[in-house]
């Protein structure tokens, strides 16, 4: 495994100890969201047959669900223990390929090999998401599709994730999140353009903890997608 310097140790620890795969247990609210993911990224790139890059793929939640939809998919992702359960997990017949190592040297030694890159959930978690997002785009084929989800640094963002989900509804581990490494859209619309990628959308989505559904908002204040292309 190469070790990137744009890791955090502490992230990768945290998210090494976490059950993936148990709908009720600390991963429920990605298990909520997921569909509205996959929704999103297929509104950016048919996935029957696309070659795909699922960056800081975890357990497998989301190559999992492309990979249904008839995409080849490639997971990458530091943490062992996801990537273990992320294999233990995958049915023969999908079409995914799992590997412990850092977004850096593979895109490095995949140069625009893929259509579609996908980086969800993974942005606020590592110290210079400007650099993870270049890395994103050299793997990334001309004309291809870059799919991110992130947090909005903002106040609201702060009591819904950080205080609510984490400290009153322990829907989260405490720690997940780090207010600081949050990104509003237009720092990440800044970087994309600096990196050579037209934005296509930006869509909000929000998380109802009662019912335990995620839906599509029309705001942006916390959690939020944009669909981007390389030009």
Not at 32 to 44: G, Q, S
Not at 52 to 72: F, K, P, R
Not at 165 to 174: K, M, Q, S, V
Request: aromatic share 6%; charged share 20%.
């Amino acid at each position: 495994m190469n070790l990137d310097t744009n890791l955090d140790p502490i992230e990768v620890a945290h998210f090494d100890r976490m059950d993936w795969w148990d709908p009720k247990g600390p991963m429920r609210t990605l298990h909520a969201i997921n569909p509205l993911r996959l929704h999103y990224i297929m509104e950016a790139q048919p996935l029957h047959g696309a070659a795909v890059l699922d960056v800081g793929c975890g357990g497998g939640i989301l190559s999992e669900a492309m990979a249904e939809q008839g995409a080849h998919v490639t997971g990458v992702d530091l943490s062992g223990n996801a990537l273990r359960q992320a294999r233990t997990h995958l049915p023969e017949e999908l079409s995914v390929t799992y590997l412990q190592q850092d977004t850096h040297a593979f895109a490095r030694e995949h140069p625009g090999a893929f259509d579609l890159v996908v980086c969800m959930e993974l942005l606020e978690h590592v110290p210079d998401a400007e650099a993870l997002l270049e890395d994103c785009v050299h793997a990334l084929k001309p004309g291809g599709s870059l799919v991110v989800s992130t947090i909005n640094r903002t106040p609201l963002a702060f009591l819904l994730l950080i205080l609510g989900a984490e400290h009153l509804l322990e829907l989260l581990p405490i720690g997940t999140h780090r207010y600081d490494r949050f990104i509003r859209p237009s720092e990440l619309a800044r970087a994309a353009r600096k990196l050579g990628l037209a934005i296509e959308h930006i869509q909000g989505t929000g998380y109802n903890p009662i019912v335990h559904r995620a839906a599509y908002t029309p705001a942006t204040h916390a959690n939020y997608m944009m669909r981007l292309r390389r030009i």
